[in-house]
């Protein structure tokens, strides 16, 4: 869901912290309303014109990140995404990704943090995910308890130890080509041979 407080709005960009940002936020004594939608993109958010936050997180670990959630709570078939390139191997769903919507990932944050030139006003970045949003929150002006937000247990953490993300070198060069604007765009390594992983990378 998204998050209208006093001050700003708070995204919640699939696969990139948002549940744990939700929660943290509720805990910390601001005022809210939220939507019914649990990801409701920018142009369909309420609360236009105030100041909005969001997340992301590099590319390839959002990847292993939906197709974990995926393989934990199934695939949806109502998703015309899922439908075209749900596959239980993880070499195999990416391969249906680069075949049938490459470069998803970076499309899904333009829906949620705006196209390039016309970004939202302030983008989070998932491996700095307690920091930044407290640094959001700041720049908006919102009064909130810091040490709870902190303290918020981590939200809907996938198990990566359950389902191997293993695959090729080949397959990583490409999808990492694919996703080249968000790479580039959020400051990422963008080198293929770099596989990026965070304290936090389970945390979905």
Known sequence: MALILQNCRLLHTP???????????????????????????????????????????????????????????????????????????????LLNVLDHSPGHCSEVYRRFVGAVGHEISFIGAFENLADDLVKGLTSAGERFNEEILRATPMRNVGDYHAFSTRCSDEIRHRVFETEREALERFNYQISPNHDPESAAASSC
């Open 15 to 93: 696969k990139t912290g948002g549940s744990w940002a939700c929660a943290a936020v509720k805990r910390s004594g601001i005022v809210f309303a939220e939507t019914k939608t649990r990801h409701v993109e920018l142009k369909q958010c309420p609360g236009r014109g105030l100041y909005t936050i969001a997340f992301v997180r590099h590319p390839w670990n959002w990847w292993k990140s939906y197709w974990i959630f995926k393989r934990t709570h199934g695939w949806d078939f109502k998703n015309r995404f899922d439908m075209r390139c749900m596959d239980n191997d993880f070499e195999r769903f």
